[in-house]
């Protein structure tokens, strides 16, 4: 086993506990407040995103559903 | 969505505003279909677990430069509003919010990880029965396996059974009640869900694109028209066999599994039953080239059905091997209890290559469990 996958395993097992815990952002959504910084899949099956990678712009978040 | 988009494209065009969308669906995949129809290229995050613990959709809001919400919009003049919220100065930056990696591996892709997480998500629910976080992660991960190739359909009685604890836990949850709403009876819909799919893809199609694929087709309840009153079916227009002479499928050449939506109904109220049907092994199969499938209700007395006698047309394939569903929906009356309610199939199945294609009937009881 190379140092390299070693080093993959290791951080796979430590990043376990984020991936499967009950993660969740608990703020409320209300004006003041920072927008939960919780990082999730894209639609596009690109890396996952979060707000801080919208930092620098203003944004129009919008919550819905296509139903 | 598509007000804004109109509203906001020229914002968007000189880089002003960035509009970026966040789905709880739990198909992500149709909201996708939804996009390209619109002609929307949003970034759009997923959160089919709902660990934002949104309650209500849509939301809009508006968002500065270091991630603070700075306005929840309500009704009023979109432009107008942007182009105030536009005109605020960028504020001084403040330290990061700490990104925490929440990418999903339990909804994408690694089906033995989900299996883990299902594993501990179960064990957190049987040591405190009141999670419904717990309950409503799981009634997801239950129905994303169901939809996934060769899913088992007990997957979907479990997850419906999950998201009633969930909603049983919290009734004010409306993110987690859509998901029984979305396989419930008719009764019960605030609206019919995914109706508008075949238009999306015929518009697509017609301006020369290729619809998104979907990994599960939404049919029957998902696009089923609310009602505001049962929909009760006519006497029996002729009960297929009344004297019970087909000959049984004794061997279950054909397994079927029923699920109730919702998991417990109350007397006065309906649900909504989907009765699946499986060719079993590799070597049963169905014959479309004979007749369809029926299916005969025969509910007890002072029970209601919206259909009693339901046929299904084959496929046009001679053979063909596809789970086949069929849903009615059932009238529970005031102060019944728990029933069985008698049903039964009568379909040809072949075995084998060349094997022998039977016509049978297959008996079963419905379990509708009725709590108030």
Known sequence: MSIRMILCLAMMVLAWPLMAGPLRASAELAPGQPFPGLALPSL?????????????????????ASW | MPGWHAATQEFEADGRLLNVGLIQEQHPDRARLYLQWQGIEWPIMIDSLNR?????????????????????VGRGDTRKIVEEFLAQPAPAAIPGNDAVAGHDPAIWGDAAQRDVVIDALEKRLAANPDDGRAAFELGVLYRRRYDEAGGDPADFERAVARWGRSVAVDPNQYIWR?????????????????????????????????????????????????????????????????????????????????????????????????VEFRPRGEQAHWNNEAGGMTLWIDPPDGWQVDRQRVERPNPPEP?????????????????????????????????GEKGACLYRRQDFGVAVTVAP
């Open chain 2, 178 to 274: 859509r998901r029984i709403q979305q396989y419930g009876p008719r009764l019960e819909k605030p609206y019919p869900f995914y109706d508008w799919v075949p238009t999306a893809r015929e518009e697509i199609r017609a301006r020369g694109e290729i619809p998104a694929e979907l990994i599960a087709e939404p049919g029957g309840a998902e696009i089923a028209q609310p009602i505001r009153s049962f929909d009760a079916a006519l006497p029996a227009n002729g009960e297929p066999d009344p004297e019970g002479k087909t000959l049984r499928d004794e061997a279950k050449f054909v397994v079927a599994h029923a699920t109730v939506v919702p998991h417990r109904v109350r007397p006065g109220k309906s649900a909504r039953v989907h």
């Open chain 2, 319 to 351: 053979v063909s091997h596809e789970p086949r569903r069929i849903e009615f929906e059932v009238q529970v009356p005031d102060g019944a209890g728990s029933v069985q309610l008698p049903v039964y199939a009568l379909y040809y199945v072949c075995l």
């Open chain 2, 52 to 72: 934002l613990d949104v309650n209500v959709v849509p939301i809009t809001l508006l968002i500065d430069e270091n991630g603070i919400i700075r306005k929840r």
């Open chain 1, 44 to 64: 596009d099956g690109g890396k996952p995103l979060s707000i801080e990678d919208f930092r620098g712009r203003k944004i129009a978040l919008h919550v819905f």
